[in-house]
């Protein structure tokens, strides 16, 4: 059953952040994490604009800081989410050979939504949009890692 789970995209104070903390607020009995697969904001906490729409849901990610991914999140975490297909694949080029840690864009878990990727809200500015969409897949994981 999958305990761990890291939660990936680009810069890591955004998407990913935002999908640990909604995650964790819905499923606080497993491991959560996030990262991003750039390094330019490595210990700094989530984005402003992003805290913000956040905290007015109730989530709360003050706590978090960023990182980039490393080999190692391979063995720790079982199941890997990425916020989109670009991020999946730089994930995928990263794999270490013989590693089977399951990569998934996040979206397939809610595909009522009708989007294939969680849009950059750093680029995008919908920041609130962009909690309403974690928050729907963050639901579809729970649903579906209650069903395995």
Known sequence: MT????????GNICRSPTAE????????????????TAAWHVGKPPY?????AAGQKGYNLSDLR?????????DTFD????????????IEALRPEG?????????????????DHV??????????GAVRLIESAATG????LDLQ
């Open 48 to 52: 402003g604009p992003m805290q913000v």
């Open 141 to 144: 994981l729970k649903r579906h």
């Open 66 to 74: 960023a990182r980039q991914i490393d080999l190692s999140d391979f």
């Open 99 to 115: 590693n089977g840690t399951p990569v998934r864009v996040f979206t397939e878990f809610a595909p009522e939504t009708g989007m």
């Open 21 to 36: 903390g909604v995650f964790r607020s819905m499923a606080p009995d497993m491991e959560t994490d996030s990262c991003g």
């Open 79 to 90: 199941l890997i989410i990425a916020m989109d297909a670009q991020n999946k694949a730089e």
């Open 119 to 128: 849009p950059d809200p750093y680029y995008t500015r919908d920041f609130a």
């Open 3 to 10: 305990r761990r789970i890291l939660f990936v995209c680009l």
